[in-house]
């Protein structure tokens, strides 16, 4: 019978891969500047640009230029105009080729370094080194009225919060409780992730989570199903436990002091079990989303009589300590392999060496099994994790009887060639109908089909999943 192992590195912060627009054929005699356009400069009246830049063409088929490749898929959603960009605020009037801070970036030069170019044209400091790679929150236009003009006599504030990939939406004057709806809808399979916001307004605006089955769009409430929130002056009101609605005593837990500075994060675990942090720490918990319930969405309901004030940086996240963002490919999964540093990777590596290592049945992950190489070989992931990558984990499948050990191990001090089945950090074992946790002395019951997850927090605290299901934890 063969046996095997069929394993993933699932992270959630995942790689990006770029998208760079094609290098663009000019049509004229030469560069505005000479053969080779330089970095900003135009490469629309020919020539070619240097290396490490592309021509990029605006939307409008105008004239481009030659920023850096990382730059150029941003840049194409800028319309070029005439003349040289002015500079607006405290740089009212001033000219520039190379756009800087409040300078207009309207004229198709480049920002300067760490600075970007925002949707009013005018270069803004970039929100922090994730280069605008998080997965921005906004509405769906299924939302009664998102845009404004869907709804009579309707305006409020939706603009780019401090952090990349969030949102400030307030000073709503929209009717009583019409409900706007997150443009990202999220499904048991999305699991663990969460939303984060904070409150600057004084009373009566409610948010939370509502399910999309049955959904009637254009409902007026401030009744949020699963879980209905309140900025109430300095405190976060949590009016409904789970599913049911009930008025929260003031005394019990059910509310937490927060003020206008504070991140809030609702996390919605692997379970299904909602917890909220505020600053990262974790205050009370709420009930478990019933399954039935998926796929969910973000709502907010403004009240009309007391439309001043704010929800702030409201946008998603994947841990609830450090609020670090979803990125915005979430499709793209890294790809598991071995590195070549391993004793016996490839097989031929070593003497009479050989087993199966194969694709899997999901994208990025690997089957490993059938292995005859001598006994207890170490075979390492290329990647290694750093605290920074945390929180992220590795899955995997049994399909294997007895002996095969596996877990992490540091990269201090390693000796590559070393055969040993223990495992330094977590010592894991397929062994039958169950997981063997070593480091531990626990186990836990599971079948040749079932989906493990070994997850760090980060916290560096290690947890067991089985189908999405917390098991047991181990050590930090």
């Not at 409201?314 to 609830?320: A, E, F, L, N, R």
Request: glycine share 8%.
């Amino acid at each position: 019978m063969s046996h095997r192992i069929r394993m993933m590195f699932s992270i959630v912060s995942v790689r990006i891969v770029c998208s760079i627009i094609s290098d663009v054929t000019a049509s004229s005699s030469d560069c505005m500047y000479h053969d080779d356009c330089a970095d900003t400069q135009y490469c629309s009246t020919g020539g070619q640009c240097e290396p490490a830049t592309m021509c990029c063409v605006f939307g409008d088929g105008s004239s481009g230029i030659c920023p850096p490749q990382s730059d150029c898929a941003v840049f194409e959603r800028f319309i070029q105009t005439s003349g040289e960009g002015k500079g607006k605020g405290k740089s009212k009037g001033k000219d520039c080729e190379i756009a800087a801070f409040n300078c207009s970036c309207t004229h198709g030069g480049s920002c300067d370094t760490g600075l970007f170019c925002n949707q009013d044209f005018i270069c803004e400091k970039q929100s922090s080194s994730s280069s605008r790679m998080c997965q921005e929150f906004t509405f769906s236009s299924q939302s009664t009225c998102f845009p404004a003009d869907q709804c009579t006599d309707c305006s409020y504030v939706f603009n780019d919060g401090t952090e990349d990939g969030t949102k400030d939406f307030g000073n709503i004057h929209c009717g009583h409780h019409n409900l706007f709806f997150s443009e990202m809808e999220v499904t048991v399979d999305d699991l663990p992730m969460g939303f984060k916001f904070t409150c600057d307004h004084p009373d009566s605006i409610h948010f939370g989570l509502q399910t999309r089955n049955n959904r009637q769009w254009n409902l007026k409430t401030w009744h949020i199903e699963i879980n209905n929130l309140e900025c109430h002056g300095n405190q976060l009101k949590i009016w409904t436990v789970g599913n049911n609605f009930s008025t929260p005593p003031n005394d019990d837990g059910n509310n937490f002091l927060t003020i206008s500075n504070d991140e809030v994060v609702v996390w919605i675990r692997a379970d299904r079990q909602i917890e909220y942090y505020n600053e990262g720490i974790l205050q009370t918990t709420g009930g478990v989303i019933d399954e039935s319930n998926f796929p969910l969405d973000f709502v907010i309901s403004p009240p009309f009589n007391n439309y001043h004030g704010f929800l702030r940086s409201i946008g998603y996240v994947s841990d609830p300590s450090t609020g670090k963002c979803i990125i915005n490919n979430r499709g793209m999964c890294e790809e598991f392999t071995f590195t070549p540093q391993s004793a016996c990777f490839p097989a031929d590596q070593c003497t009479d060496c050989r087993y199966d290592f194969n694709d899997g049945t999901q994208n990025g992950t690997k089957d490993f099994g059938n292995i005859y190489c001598g006994y207890h070989n170490l075979f390492f992931s290329e990647m290694e994790v750093t605290v920074d990558d945390l929180p992220m984990g590795f899955k995997f499948t049994c399909d294997h009887p007895d002996n095969l050990h596996f877990g992490l191990q540091t990269r201090n001090n390693r000796q590559w060639n070393l055969r040993t089945w223990r495992i330094e950090i977590n010592n894991l074992e397929c062994k039958g109908n169950h997981l063997q946790i070593w480091s531990v002395g626990n186990n836990f019951a599971i079948t040749p089909n079932d989906e493990v997850v070994i997850w760090i927090r980060a916290d560096r605290q290690i947890e067991y999943y089985n189908n999405g299901i917390l098991q047991t934890t181990g050590s930090h």
